[in-house]
């Protein structure tokens, strides 16, 4: 079905129907009839599409969410192992094809500000377009070094983050001409 002919068909049986005068010829009026069912099968190629479409969605969502629960589980098992690592003292876990190690986030540590950026002294703070102040950290954090005094009362670093970094020790071997 093209829109294009059906508008083309309308247009051309209106003008003949107009030309005379509203006088239907067979021709006419099975062309006339013709257009409910094609009006339908318009109807029901957009219905059918649509229906797909919006089942297609619905699937992709259930597909999302059911990643999502993966991903949950993934990372509680990596969480629980980094945590059995921490509370065992072990820097490393060996498998029979894997290994783990623990490993620190690299890059500069964030700060936790213990008080609000307008209660910072003045050469620890900087002041935006709107008077509004923001902390100076590269200053924070270089005073934390030095350990300034009553800095502590004013931010601490924060703890850097642990995830596990995983291996394959049999790959190892065979990459060190084991």
């Known amino acids: 079905?093209?829109?294009?002919?059906?508008?083309?068909?309308?247009?051309?049986?209106?003008?003949?129907?107009?030309?005379?005068?509203?006088?239907?010829?067979?021709?006419?009026?099975?062309?006339?009839?013709?257009?409910?069912?094609?009006?339908?099968?318009?109807?029901?190629?957009?219905?059918n599409h649509d229906g797909s479409a919006d089942a297609l969605e619905a699937e992709a969502q259930r597909l999302l969410d059911r990643a999502a629960a993966h991903r949950k589980v993934?990372?509680?098992?990596?969480?629980?192992?980094?945590?059995?690592?921490?509370?065992?003292?072990?820097?490393?876990?060996?498998?029979?094809?894997?290994?783990?190690?623990?490993?620190?986030a690299g890059g500069v540590l964030g700060l936790k500000?213990?008080?609000?950026?307008?209660?910072l002294p003045s050469h620890y703070r900087r002041e935006s377009l709107k008077t509004e102040y923001s902390a100076d950290?590269?200053?924070?954090?270089?005073?934390?070094?030095?350990?300034?005094e009553g800095i502590e009362k004013i931010a601490v670093l924060a703890e850097r983050k642990k995830s596990l970094a995983w291996g394959n020790p049999a790959r190892k071997k065979q990459s060190n001409g084991g």
């Open 113 to 119: 500000l213990l008080v609000p950026a307008e209660q």
């Open 137 to 148: 950290q590269e200053k924070i954090r270089e005073a934390i070094q030095r350990q300034v």
């Open 1 to 47: 079905m093209n829109i294009y002919i059906l508008t083309e068909e309308e247009r051309a049986l209106e003008a003949l129907l107009i030309q005379q005068e509203g006088q239907f010829t067979p021709e006419q009026s099975a062309a006339l009839e013709a257009l409910p069912k094609k009006i339908d099968g318009y109807y029901h190629v957009i219905t």
């Open 74 to 104: 993934a990372r509680g098992a990596e969480a629980y192992l980094l945590k059995y690592c921490e509370t065992q003292g072990k820097q490393e876990l060996h498998g029979v094809l894997h290994h783990c190690h623990v490993k620190e």
